[in-house]
């Protein structure tokens, strides 16, 4: 059963930083490109960094130079370190398999996310 549990998020400051984890089962993971999508209250899902299985990444124009993708394949994660956070990051954050041009391998199995909320 393919199955992405996201973790790590919070409440942060304009400015701060978050690491967000997601941990992946229930397919080949190191074979796959892995992304990070958010949704901002009231807009769509949006794609926000793709990382290959062997860690090039692409990264949304909105947080180029802030946020940074890796993963690890021998514990199927994959991380986001966000910095100068600002508040419109703020969204729920998730996970899933697939990269740009693929779009989400799994959209029946999304995970519950994970909030960051970003406000002073």
């Known amino acids: 059963q393919v199955q992405f549990v996201e973790s790590g998020g919070g409440l942060v400051q304009p400015g701060g930083s978050l690491r967000l984890s997601c941990a992946a089962s229930?397919?080949?993971?190191?074979?796959?490109?892995m992304s990070w999508y958010r949704q901002a209250p009231g807009k769509e899902r949006e794609l926000v960094v793709s990382i290959s299985s062997g860690g090039i990444t692409y990264y949304a124009d909105s947080v180029k130079g802030r946020f940074t993708a890796s993963r690890d394949n021998a514990k199927n994660m994959v991380y986001l370190q966000m910095n100068s956070l600002k508040p419109e990051d703020t969204a729920v954050f998730y996970c899933?398999?697939?990269?740009?041009?693929?779009?989400?391998?799994?959209?029946?199995?999304w995970g519950q996310g994970t909030q960051v909320t970003v406000s002073s």
């Open positions: 899933n398999a697939g990269g740009r041009n693929t779009g989400a391998l799994y959209p029946f199995y």
């Open positions: 229930g397919f080949t993971f190191s074979s796959y490109s």
